[in-house]
């Protein structure tokens, strides 16, 4: 008989759906609060989480010449899922206009060259040969002196 707490005792063992409905319908007093589970997907709802947007910006009062210090701005944050703007978010730039697109992504796949692949191609076919050619020649050395040199 498999029983936890919250879960009904039954007789086979416990599978990942019944433990996954428990799981969703359950919740519990957290640091953070209240934290509640969607049944559906089982993560985390937003109506019991708080997520802040952090923007570190110059403080140009504490910075000097040689000195440059941060203050922590909160520009936005979540609650009951919703997206609430507290101030304009800084980019890198100094400025608050959003990039409308990335820069082009440079891709750098690094192959070797035809000619260098069968460069390689070739010295392993070589090694390959010697190792079997090097075998080959200490099987019939083996051979050729008798049964009392033969290591078992």
């Given at each position: 008989v498999t029983s936890t707490k919250g879960l009904p005792a039954t007789e086979s063992e416990l599978s990942g759906q019944d433990l996954f409905a428990t799981f969703a319908r359950m919740g519990f007093?957290?640091?953070t609060g209240r934290v509640d589970f969607d049944p559906i997907t089982g993560s985390r709802s937003p109506s019991s989480a708080i997520y802040h947007l952090l923007n570190y910006v110059e403080d140009e009062e504490r910075s000097n010449k040689t000195h440059v210090v941060f203050k922590e701005e909160v520009p936005?944050?979540?609650?009951?899922?919703?997206?609430?703007?507290?101030?304009?978010?800084?980019?890198?730039?100094?400025?608050?206009?959003?990039?409308?697109?990335?820069?082009?992504?440079?891709?750098?796949?690094?192959?070797?060259?035809?000619?260098?692949?069968?460069?390689?191609?070739?010295?392993?076919?070589?090694?390959?040969?010697?190792?079997?050619?090097?075998?080959?020649?200490?099987l019939k050395l083996?051979?050729?002196?008798?049964?009392?040199?033969?290591?078992?």
């Open positions: 007093d957290g640091v936005a944050f979540m609650i009951d899922g919703e997206w609430r703007e507290n101030a304009p978010i800084t980019f890198n730039d100094g400025t608050s206009e959003v990039i409308p697109d990335l820069f082009p992504v440079d891709v750098n796949t690094n192959y070797l060259s035809p000619g260098m692949r069968a460069g390689g191609l070739v010295m392993c076919v070589l090694v390959l040969l010697q190792a079997l050619g090097f075998s080959a020649w200490t083996a051979r050729m002196s008798g049964p009392a040199s033969r290591v078992v």
